[in-house]
């Protein structure tokens, strides 16, 4: 993988975790079969991130899809977002009831690799289409974006147009980001600042931090809770985000600011988990993920780029997006310095 590189949301528990127990006596597909046949559907349970199964989000669709050729009965089950798909799978460890994680981006994978409890997914990857070469064996992308500030065109009619320019503005100008340490989008920002800032980062922190009016626990509280009520004009997002607002909302009010410096690319993945009970369907499932059946859910389900050339079915809001140049580190930079960064946020956001 050349350089290499998400959302936080609301907990939810997913009423089908029940059937786990009932079914934890199944170590194959063809005993599952047979479960089928007595009318007993085997099942698969995927661990992602509550937007991703929200009513509006892509998980409803892609289940539909999924259960419709596998015979089988897919299970979401919502956690608030990658920091904390990271963490059960880490606090359950072989037990998991995990057979499919689904939402860890590029800078969580090597963490996740650490725990020795995923199994390559076999998957043929020929279609992908993504900003940077791909060379993986255990972890999937299956949609890709850019952070970027959203703001509202209303309250703020002439946005900075690079961190710079945010960082000289008045400091009536405020933003909304999220915590690095709770939050998928917060740690891209914190990437983003090292990336452009390199042993500067520190100084960039300081002159950012009477701008920030909050550091939100994770995206969700800060893009729906706080931006949308008009707490504040800007908020850390996604480039991708107007996108929604345009289709459904039909209105060009909400757009990202499009910076200078270049912004920093975010890649979502999923993995397969190596103790699964249902390898067959895991892989399957795996399979389904480039198939598009499943990406054609992701633009305005997810909100992001897919993952594979979707042509005439790109909705035609994404070609009004901002397209800015974007860069990421490695995963195994990120492993190496993410607590060292966060600190270096701490201490200058203190000061």
Same mark, same amino acid.
């Given at each position: ?8 949301r609301?907990?939810?528990?997913h ?14 597909f ?5 479960l ?6 085997p ?5 992602t991130?509550?937007?991703?199964v ?11 899809? /999924? ?5 089988c009965?897919?299970q ?14 880490r606090?359950?460890g072989a037990s ?6 689904l ?6 994978m090597?963490?996740a ?8 997914h076999?998957?043929?990857t ?9 060379d ?10 850019? /952070? ?7 309250a ?6 690079s961190?710079?320019?945010l960082?000289?503005a ?6 909304i980001?999220?915590?690095p ?12 600042i ?7 980062a520190?100084e ?15 995206w ?14 800007m ?8 996108a ?12 990202a600011a499009e910076?200078k ?14 103790g ?9 499932f795996m399979d ?25 079915e790109?909705?035609?809001v ?9 860069y ?11 607590r ?12």
């Amino acid at each position: 993988m050349k350089d290499i590189l998400t959302k936080t949301r609301v907990a939810l528990v997913h009423p089908g975790l029940s059937m786990l127990t009932a079914l934890a006596a199944i170590t194959t597909f063809s005993s599952s079969q047979a479960l089928a046949q007595d009318g007993e559907k085997p099942q698969l349970t995927v661990y992602t991130y509550d937007s991703f199964v929200a009513e509006w989000g892509p998980g409803p669709a892609i289940e539909k899809a /999924f259960e419709a050729r596998c015979g089988c009965d897919l299970q979401f089950v919502a956690l608030e977002g990658g920091v904390d798909i990271l963490q059960r799978l880490r606090l359950e460890g072989a037990s998991t009831e995990a057979d499919v994680i689904l939402g860890l981006d590029m800078n969580l994978m090597e963490d996740a690799r650490a725990l020795e409890l995923l199994a390559p997914h076999e998957a043929d990857t020929s279609a992908l289409e993504l900003p940077i070469e791909w060379d993986d064996d255990v972890f999937l992308p299956y949609d890709w974006g850019r /952070f970027a500030f959203v703001y509202d065109s209303e309250a703020l009619p002439n946005p900075p147009d690079s961190l710079e320019a945010l960082m000289d503005a008045p400091e009536d100008l405020k933003v909304i980001i999220s915590d690095p340490r709770t939050s998928v989008p917060g740690l891209g920002l914190l990437l983003w600042i090292k990336h452009v800032y390199g042993d500067k980062a520190d100084e960039a922190w300081e002159r950012l931090s009477p701008h920030i009016l909050t550091v939100a626990s994770g995206w969700s509280q800060a893009y729906f809770s706080l931006f949308m009520n008009g707490e504040a004009p800007m908020v850390l997002s996604y480039s991708t985000s107007p996108a929604y607002h345009m289709a459904f909302d039909k209105t060009d009010r909400y757009q990202a600011a499009e910076f200078k410096e270049g912004h920093y690319l975010q890649v979502e993945t999923a993995a397969m988990v190596s103790g699964t009970d249902e390898p067959e369907l895991a892989h399957a499932f795996m399979d389904f993920i480039l198939n598009e059946d499943f990406q054609r859910h992701i633009p305005l389900g997810n909100v992001m780029y897919p993952a594979i050339d979707l042509g005439d079915e790109l909705p035609e809001v994404f070609d009004r997006l901002i397209e800015p140049e974007s860069y990421t580190f490695s995963p195994a930079e990120v492993s190496q310095h993410r607590r060292e960064w966060i600190r270096e946020w701490l201490n200058a956001s203190s000061r």
